[in-house]
């Protein structure tokens, strides 16, 4: 089983539209959650870190579920400009250790 | 303007070459990474740096050599790689919680867009 799984999409969504992501991780240890951000050809940039009991910034929203094991990211009011790759990434409590899933695409068309 | 520099930004090599990236860190951060990312895959972990500490991979062919003279620079050193090595090599540092318990997460570097032919 892989560490951590996302839905690869793609995800094509209209400008406006409320859009949510899931990434589900496989060890129960895992201890710091973030969401990335990654444009085509470009490096991966740290969107917003997820926290036990959820975070907002502006029109983004990440929820954590560790019964369930899972993330999400809440994407409210989309721009143009969120076109991109995100990427779910998951880090143990012990070591240096980060895990990535294979990111899930998405498009937002005019 | 990222805190983490990568040379070159793009790289062609012949199979018998032999070269090496650079990655520099200006953030302070105590352990820094070297990761390959390939086309429709995620990104592989090859070499962890963590300040004294190397954690390698041990998937990671010979070819590759990490080195890290110190807490912000990190090298890796190629020679005689294959065609399926060409990827984006992302250097990656971060700095870790004490106690153990996590990270703060990673700040990337622009990447070497590796090309063997």
């Known amino acids: 089983r892989k560490e951590v799984e996302q839905d690869p999409g793609p995800f094509n969504v209209p400008e406006g539209a409320t859009v949510a992501f899931n990434c589900t991780y496989s060890n129960s240890a895992s201890q710091s959650f973030f969401w990335y951000r990654q444009d085509c050809r470009k490096e991966p940039k740290l969107l917003m870190s997820v926290y036990s009991s959820g975070n907002e910034d502006g029109r983004f929203t990440a929820q954590l579920n560790r019964a369930s094991q899972y993330i999400s990211l809440l994407i409210r009011d989309s721009k143009l400009s969120d076109s991109a790759t995100y990427l779910c990434v998951v880090n143990m409590a012990t070591g240096n250790q980060f895990y990535f899933g294979t990111g899930t695409s998405l498009t937002v068309i005019p | 303007e990222t805190g983490v520099t990568q040379t070159p930004r793009h790289l062609v090599m012949g199979m018998t070459n032999k070269k090496s990236l650079k990655c520099e860190q200006h953030?302070?951060?105590?352990?820094m990474y070297w990761y390959k990312q390939s086309a429709k895959k995620p990104l592989e972990l090859m070499f962890v740096y963590s300040l004294e500490e190397r954690v390698e991979n041990n998937s990671v062919p010979s070819r590759f050599s990490p080195e890290c003279p110190n807490s912000s620079h990190l090298f890796l050193h190629l020679h005689t790689l294959q065609p399926e090595d060409s990827a984006l090599y992302l250097c990656a540092s971060s700095q870790d919680r004490v106690g153990g318990h996590g990270s703060y997460g990673y700040t990337f570097g622009s990447g070497t867009r590796l090309t063997v032919v």
């Open positions: 953030l302070g951060h105590n352990a």
